[in-house]
């Protein structure tokens, strides 16, 4: 089975929201996740995140600890996901790739569909 290494940005706003977005495309269009990416040779994890944040967000990205690495089986690839906590450098952000984002509270993170290896993290990011 092929393995995907990525890295996922967890970003905290100043009142203790988290930042989802909703895929727009592919097999898992309309479900929710971290935003992020795969990380590309010679990268660093932290390099990565802030470039995918970019190609993303249009952002600048302040890659803080890692707070987990998700090891998940989809049913044609096996995913390793970095997630890192991360704050907006600046705060501007612009919606380059996905549908939709929204700012959440920890208590509502169970109000959208996340992707399934982004689920494992969630019920952590509640407390």
């Known amino acids: 089975m092929k393995t995907i290494e990525v890295v996922a940005a967890i970003i905290f706003d100043e009142q203790g929201r988290i930042f989802a977005t909703q895929r727009g495309y592919g097999e898992w269009k309309d479900w929710w996740e971290f935003p992020g990416g795969k990380i ?16 993303e967000l249009d952002a600048e990205l302040e890659v ?4 987990r690495t998700i090891d998940y089986d989809y049913p044609s690839f096996h995913l390793t996901m970095h997630c890192f906590k991360c704050r907006l450098a600046d705060g501007h952000m612009t919606l380059l790739e996905h ?9 509502d993170l169970d109000s959208v569909k996340w992707l399934p290896a982004d689920e494992e993290i969630i019920n952590e990011l509640k407390h």
């Open 40 to 55: 590309e040779a010679g990268e660093t994890a932290q390099e990565a995140l802030r470039r995918e944040i970019k190609e």
């Open 64 to 67: 803080g600890e890692l707070l």
């Open 99 to 107: 549908e939709a984002a929204k700012w959440l509270k920890p208590a």
